[in-house]
């Protein structure tokens, strides 16, 4: 069959060199969702291998427009001079480390950090020469005495993902500049909103988007916003050299995740503090850690420094609790589902019984929760039936 516009070509041309065209310009509400690896040029003297795209596209891998979109969007929010986007939040963090770590360079981060971001110190970079050690996380402007000439990066994470402690981060962040080091905050507490990372002081904050800006358990997504020139020019050659792409799809997820975050982060604030305090009037509860509340760790230096609390925290149950009995408690559950994550709609439980993160005197006794958007008197309902049956 001939090519009706041209009827010359064969019919297999026409389906790559088509020439018909919707109108182009679509002014929806919804994002666009640009895929796409190469991008074409009208004329050689155009395709300037520019990573950065600063006034024009080159390569899908350096972002479409709808990847650009996001990374702004999460720049404007955190007030970052830009943010650049990963796979997942794990590969976020590992970025960082490859950012700022070269072979001899010593790393500080807290001992209640996600194990996967030690992990990465651990497992794969002391290997290649680069040494780890942590802290304790209530260390504040006691961190200069840790610091050595060769220390490259010093991690923070607030609240500790598991055991809520609210560190000083203005204090570390003084006393690592003092000396010239770099600070990465691991900000996906405070999805980049609760907790103002650059006016603080870090360069470099990390979300896992996967979290509260995707906001339903359905992609994987990370960022990493910098603060200045220095930690742009850093985590921008390790993010171009690595190749880290993010998928146009996810992106548009998540675009849309952020339209809808203050109204979750507000409705999670509300339910996440009336169950805590309802489990702190609970005989079966030693104690409640939310960074809310003056008995969890960093208490003040969360009213200081965060304008609002989020929807993940830990119980520590009463002495005479046995891992057996936790386990009964975390399976007797119906509502919150057994699950590693938070900050989606779905409330999950998770209890870290082997983790070296946890204190071992709490270790066994520690449950985490991270309410859902599900009625708070159901989820309240679903742990009084669970901690009667256990
Ligand atoms: C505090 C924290 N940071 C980073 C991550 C990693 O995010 P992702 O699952 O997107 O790799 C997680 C995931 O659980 C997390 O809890």
Known sequence: MADAASPSRHWRTTLIASTRRPRQEFHSLAPSIHRGSTVVFDRLADAVDDWQQTDRYTYGLYGTPTVLELGLRIAELEGARHTFLAPGGQAALALVYLAYCRTGAHVLLPANVYTPNLEIGRDLLTGLGVEIETYDPSIGAGIGARIRVDTALVWCESPGSITMEVPDVPAIVAAAHARGVAVALDNTYAAGVL??????????????????????????????????????????????????????????????????????????????????????????????????????????????????????????????????????????????????????????????????????????RLVRLNVGLEEPADLIADLQQALERA
Do not use: N
């Open 195 to 364: 907790f103002d990372a650059f006016a603080h002081g870090v360069d470099v904050s990390v979300q896992a988007l996967t979290k509260y800006v995707g906001g339903h358990s359905d992609l994987l997504l990370g960022s990493i916003s910098v603060r200045d020139e220095a930690a742009y020019a850093r985590v921008g050659t390790a993010h171009r050299v690595l190749g880290m792409a993010v998928s146009p799809d996810d992106c548009g997820q998540a675009l849309r995740g952020l339209t809808t975050l203050g109204v979750r982060l507000a409705h999670l604030e509300r339910s996440t503090l009336q169950i805590a305090e309802w489990l702190r009037g609970r005989p079966e509860v030693a104690t409640v850690l939310h960074p809310a509340f003056p008995e969890c760790p960093g208490h003040a230096t969360w009213r200081r420094d965060f304008t609002g609390s989020a929807s993940v925290f830990s119980i520590v149950l009463a002495d005479e609790w046995t891992a057996e009995r936790v386990a009964r408690l975390v399976d007797a559950l119906r509502l919150f589902r057994i699950g590693f994550s938070w900050g989606g709609v779905t409330s999950l439980v998770m209890a870290y019984q082997g983790s070296s993160r946890i204190d071992a005197r709490l270790r066994d």
